[in-house]
C-alpha cells in the first residue's frame, strides 16, 4: 500500500478498473474522511452516516467497474457528490423535510435543509469535533453549503460558483461570511480555541 | 466601499491559495492583515475537522468490492 500513496486518483481509478483491489483500498483510505465528514454535517447521526458511506463507495464501485466513471481528475469532488446526494435521499426517505427540487447534480445543495441541533448538543464538555460540528450546522444555509463544497469536496469558488447558480464573488463573500460566523461562535461560547487549537 | 468588500473577497481567495495576492497589499492594511490572519487560523482549524468511520465499514467496503469483482469475473 505504500508505492500507492504517491500514486493520482486518475491513475489508481485505471488500475482499479482493470482489476487492482489495492488500488481501490488506496482510493477509499485517501477519501473516506472527507466524504465521512461531508455525510456527517448533514445527517449528524454517526451510524446513518456509516450507512450512507458504505452506499456511496458501492456506487463508485458499481459505477468505477461499469466503465461509466468520467469525471477525470475530479475524484474527490465527484466522491462527495454521491455522498451528499445519498444525504439529501435520506431525508426524503425519512419524510423529515418536504421534497427537494434538483435541476442536475450540481446544484443538489441549493435547497438542501439541515437537521436542527438540539439545545442539549451545546455543552461544555463536548469533544472539540463535536464543538466544531455545532459551529458548521449553525450557520446559514448557504454559508454551510459553500464552506462544506470547499473543505469538504475541495472544489474551487469557481466551481462551487457555478454550481450555486451565483458569481465567483458571492460564492466568496459568503465564504468569508462563514468563516467570520464560526470565528465568532468560537467567542461567544467561550471555547479556548487558542489552548485546544494550539494556535 | 465596494473596492474594500471585493479587497475581503480577494484576501479569502488568497487563503484558500486561489490568486496570487501579494501579502504586501494585505499588510497595508492593519485591519486586512488581521482579517487575513484571524481568518486563515479558522480555515486551520477546520481542515483539521475531519471524522474517520469505523474499521469495520471500510472492511466492509473492501469485502464489497472484492466480491463485485470476483462475480465481474466469473461471468
Request: net charge positive; hydrophobic share 35%.
Amino acid at each position: 500500500m505504500e508505492n500507492y500513496k504517491k500514486i493520482d486518483d486518475s491513475t489508481l481509478v485505471k488500475m482499479y478498473q482493470k482489476g487492482d483491489e489495492s488500488a481501490f483500498e488506496q482510493l477509499l483510505q485517501r477519501h473516506k474522511s472527507k466524504a465521512f465528514t461531508a455525510i456527517l454535517l448533514i445527517v449528524k447521526d454517526y451510524y446513518t452516516a456509516e450507512d450512507l458511506l458504505q452506499e456511496t463507495f458501492i456506487k463508485i464501485i458499481q459505477t468505477i467497474k461499469g466503465g461509466k466513471y468520467n469525471e477525470e481528475g475530479k475524484f474527490q469532488p465527484w466522491v462527495v457528490r454521491i455522498a451528499h446526494n445519498l444525504a439529501i435521499d435520506y431525508f426524503r426517505r425519512e419524510k423529515r423535510y418536504p421534497v427537494i427540487m434538483m435541476e442536475d447534480g450540481t446544484s443538489l445543495f441549493n435547497n438542501l435543509k439541515f437537521a436542527e441541533e438540539s439545545v442539549e448538543s451545546l455543552q461544555v464538555r463536548e469533544e472539540l469535533h463535536s464543538q466544531l460540528k455545532f459551529f458548521i450546522q449553525r450557520l446559514p444555509e448557504k454559508q454551510r453549503e459553500v464552506l462544506i463544497m470547499r473543505h469538504y469536496a475541495d472544489m474551487s469558488f469557481q466551481e462551487i460558483a457555478k454550481a450555486t447558480d451565483v458569481s465567483v464573488n458571492t460564492a466568496l463573500g459568503r465564504m468569508r461570511y462563514a468563516l467570520i460566523n464560526i470565528k465568532k461562535q468560537i467567542h461567544k461560547y467561550g471555547l479556548n480555541y487558542e489552548k485546544k487549537f494550539q494556535i | 466601499m465596494k473596492k474594500s468588500f471585493k479587497f475581503r473577497q480577494q484576501i479569502i481567495a488568497k487563503i484558500y491559495q486561489e490568486n496570487d495576492l501579494p501579502q504586501e497589499d494585505i499588510f497595508a492594511n492593519a485591519k486586512a492583515e488581521e482579517e487575513y490572519f484571524e481568518l486563515k487560523n479558522i480555515k486551520k482549524q477546520l481542515d483539521r475537522y475531519l471524522k474517520t468511520p469505523s474499521e469495520k465499514v471500510i472492511q466492509n467496503i473492501l469485502n464489497y468490492s472484492k466480491n463485485y469483482n470476483q462475480a465481474l469475473k466469473a461471468r
